[in-house]
């Protein structure tokens, strides 16, 4: 129902098309004819890099940190998700959400306004459609891309702050580097 957007309860989820084809903002650069870069535009400032590119200690930093099993589950970790409620109980927050769901909510905007729908502006329920609309666009990823497309996604799409989309653009503006493996 969730996933339908039934009676327009829900909004809207990602469609297979958008899972298959997401769009992501690239940053257009412009260079004069010595090869000088005169300026950029962009609504993201972003830079795709390749997988080959993710220095090594990075993706396992990123594992080690947002999702331990990540190699074991399918887009959903169902363990991390149950824990929540134990760490709940004893008055801690905690996160459960996978580097898949983490890449849908930053591709998709799953808890943007778009994708509310009239049951999304009720807390609580909102919280609980945005995170189902995460677990089944997470499973759709994974049944369409590998694990190193997912984790290259990811480093493509996340909002490192000020204005910088991605790893790559991140290395640059906060370090002045660029990226090496």
Known sequence: MVDCNIFWLFGRSPSIRSINNPDQKITSELYSADGKLIGKYFDENRSPLKYEEIPENIIKSLI??????????????????MSIFWY???GEKRGGSTITQQLVKNLFKTRGQYSRGLLGHIPGIRTVVAKTKEWIAAIKIELFYSK????????????????AYGLKTAAKTFFNKKLRN
């Open 148 to 163: 190193s497309e997912i984790l290259t996604m990811y480093f493509n799409t996340n909002d490192f702050g000020s204005n």
């Open 64 to 81: 080690a940190t947002e999702d331990t099993r990540f190699y074991q589950h399918h887009g959903v970790d169902f363990k991390a998700t």
């Open 88 to 90: 709940m109980l004893h």
